[in-house]
Structure formats: C-alpha cells, structure tokens
C-alpha cells in the first residue's frame, strides 16, 4: 500500500530543460533515501542522483553540473531539475524511495513507474 509516483518527463531539444517529481505516500513510518535512476534503451539502468532525509546528496559524476535534486520531507517529495539536456540523457527516469513501515522495522525499496525523457539533437 505504498505508492511511488514520478512525473515530469517529456520531450525537449538539446539544451533544455525539464522538471521531474516523485513522492511516496501510504503506510509509511518514515522514508530515508530517494532518488533517481535511469535506463536508457538497450543498457542497464544507472543510478543517477540520491538525497537522504538528513539532506546529504550524491550525484552520477556526468550529471552533477547540470542537475539538481531537492526533498521536501514533510511530503516525502523529491525533485529533480534538469538542465542543459544532452540527448544521451534520454531515458525512462524511475524514482526510488526507501520506507520504513512501522518502528524497528526494515528498509523497503519501492520504485516509481517510470518517466521518458526524451531528448532531440
């Protein structure tokens, strides 16, 4: 009964920009990490950038000057802004969330269904 939703993706010409969002929501105690990842046609997917609950933030080395995660923990939200897009940043963009049910309880990871960003020369 927890739900991962990302939203945001589209289609954008080189050097564009793009919004992408993701919250979590349900029976949820707490949630610690959230992130995105990515997957473009024909290879694995790949992590992108993460952002814990305390705020620490880690990025792909290839994205880290042009994209920005953020959170908003009272709504267990994250963001991604996107900018200076480059066609090899073509992907479907999952949201993944690590949540806690209930105290003393483990770490779930949930996942988003997934956004296409498509990006064109």
């Known amino acids: 009964q927890v739900q991962v939703v990302g939203s945001g993706g589209g289609l954008v010409q080189s050097g564009g920009s793009l919004r992408l969002s993701c919250a979590a929501s349900g029976s949820i105690f707490n949630v610690n990490d959230m ?7 024909g290879k694995q997917r790949e ?9 620490r933030i880690n ?28 066609p090899e940043d073509t992907a479907v963009y999952y949201c993944k969330a690590m949540v806690a049910h209930e105290w003393h309880s483990g ?12 990006v064109s020369s």
Request: net charge positive; aromatic share 16%; no cysteine.
């Open 35 to 41: 992130g995105w990842y990515r997957q473009a046609p």
């Open 47 to 55: 992590f992108v950038a993460s952002v814990t609950r305390g705020g």
């Open 59 to 86: 990025y792909e080395e290839s994205v880290k000057e042009r994209f920005t995660i953020s959170r908003n923990n009272a709504q267990n939200t994250i963001w991604l802004q996107m900018d200076k897009l480059k």
């Open 107 to 118: 770490w779930n990871a949930y996942w988003g269904q997934g956004t296409q960003v498509t």
